[in-house]
């Protein structure tokens, strides 16, 4: 207080003038102007030094401290299996949510196994259903990466895969069919839960384009499970997670609506003589109906054929022979059956039950039937397992071939292969039929020793030479 600073400049020289105001003391000064720039300049380079070095030390903090840790960036870890199993979500399919259960033990990476035949990649998303073509030319794949994707089977043991990839537009299907021709591809939606089908054009060269996208109608309100074309073209099988089952026409036109009253629909399939719907739920049995049509191919009407009855507890799932007169069921009761159905059911007659065995059932489970009937694969957890339904015992056991539960399980209708999905893991995996083809020996050479003919016993022992050829072709492979 009581004082004043100012600043003079003339020419070379610049003056600092402190003037005191106090009455009794009035003090000037002048310093060289030189020796002043001088100190000006050193106390600029030191106050510029330290700003600089302020803002070092303020970048160096916010990349230390501020940015995000490498952790966070990483997607978070994948919860333990038996976490995973207690999820469902939109994305899995109905047929294939109520398999999400505990998963016993740490699934291990995907190894090549000594019988596989493939390693088809490409989907993106869960895979959730697979079906072949009736004539063993062709593999369909459904996932929620929202495509369709057919596969050649002549590339299978080729090092490249070709596929024509389907886009499933603003939707993603729960299950795939083909049609007879291999011309089309039956889907069920999941938002849309209704059927689209997707007409398919082939090239040369193995791939191909989609054209002429057909939705039908909706026409139940519970949520579609599955969607399938009958082996002889003439009606569509549609069922539902309630107690529903819907037939139609090619042409989207409802013929039949039924009602299982089996509280809840697990699995529905079509026999591959275009005959009989097969379903299982809630219920122990597994009901029959056969889809009646004229000569002419006109629709007459569904009528209730026989139940397979045997099992303690819910059936998961069933699965046809080539022929229509076998069939094989898998249970929630830990067991396995398989039936001989060729009856005359409208006598009244039951189908017979021909073996009943146990399988490692850890949760909801999957079966298939070998195109002859002689081997049965059950898919449970993460695992397959092959069985011969001449005495129910185990084959042999492909265990921990996916990291996800498996969600699809096909044969191949030529006998050579059977393929499976294994969800969430995005693979689908082919493997070639050796337990078939050791089957197919031991039973041509029983047949042989009971021939009443050389003609047929001169077939058998072509048969049995084709399944040793086969079964060094895989060995070879194997080496």
């Given at each position: ?192 839960n209704q059927v689209r089908v ?212 096909v044969w191949d209708p030529l ?30 050479k029983k047949k042989i020793l ?30």
């Open positions: 207080p009581g004082w004043h600073v100012a600043s003079r400049v003339s020419g070379r020289t610049a003056g600092l003038i402190v003037e005191f105001r106090d009455p009794q003391i009035v003090a000037t000064f002048q310093e060289d102007s030189l020796t002043l720039v001088k100190m000006v300049d050193e106390g600029v380079f030191w106050v510029l030094l330290a700003l600089g070095a302020v803002g070092v030390a303020f970048v160096i903090h916010f990349i230390i401290f501020r940015r995000p840790k490498e952790e966070d960036k990483q997607p978070p870890a994948r919860e333990s299996s038996a976490s995973n199993a207690e999820i469902t979500h939109k994305n899995v399919t109905s047929k294939n949510a109520k398999r999400i259960q505990a998963v016993k033990g740490k699934a291990k990476g995907l190894e090549k196994h000594p019988l596989q035949a493939a390693d088809l990649k490409g989907h993106t998303g869960t895979v959730l259903d697979l079906e072949f073509s009736l004539d063993g030319k062709y593999l369909a794949s459904c996932s929620t990466d929202r495509t369709v994707r057919v596969w050649n089977v002549k590339d299978f043991l080729d090092r490249d895969h070709k596929y024509i990839r389907v886009n499933v537009d603003l939707d993603h299907a729960k299950s795939v069919s083909m049609s007879p021709d291999s011309r089309a591809v039956v889907t069920a939606t999941d938002d849309g997707f007409k398919i054009s082939r090239k040369k060269d193995g791939t191909g384009t989609c054209s002429d996208v057909v939705d039908f109608l909706k026409e139940h309100s519970a949520p579609i499970i599955s969607a399938a074309v009958a082996p002889t073209g003439r009606f569509i099988l549609t069922c539902y997670s309630d107690t529903t089952f819907i037939i139609w026409n090619l042409k989207g036109e409802v013929l039949a609506r039924e009602d299982t009253k089996q509280v809840k629909n697990h699995f529905a399939c079509i026999s591959p003589c275009g005959r009989f719907v097969a379903c299982t739920g809630f219920t122990p049995d597994v009901k029959l109906w056969e889809v009646i049509f004229s000569k002419a191919g006109d629709f007459e009407g569904v009528t209730r054929a026989m139940d397979l009855k045997g099992h303690k507890a819910a059936v998961y799932c069933c699965a046809f022979s080539k022929d229509s007169m076998r069939a094989a069921t898998v249970s929630k009761d830990g067991t396995w059956k398989f039936w001989n159905q060729d009856v005359q059911y409208k006598l009244k007659q039951d189908p017979h039950l021909l073996l009943s065995a146990e399988y490692d059932n850890s949760g909801q489970a999957l079966i298939a039937l070998s195109p002859d009937g002689l081997v049965a694969a059950i898919a449970s957890n993460l695992s397959i397992s092959i069985h011969y339904t001449s005495d129910g015992s185990l084959a042999t056991k492909l265990d921990n071939v996916h990291t996800d539960l498996i969600t699809g399980l006998g050579r292969f059977f393929a499976s999905a294994g969800g969430n893991d995005k693979h689908v995996r082919v493997w070639h039929n050796d337990s078939g083809y050791r089957a197919q020996i031991d039973d041509s009971t021939a009443k003919s050389q003609a047929l016993k001169e077939r058998l022992m072509q048969q049995v030479k084709e399944a040793e050829q086969a079964l060094d072709a895989i060995a070879v492979q194997d080496s």
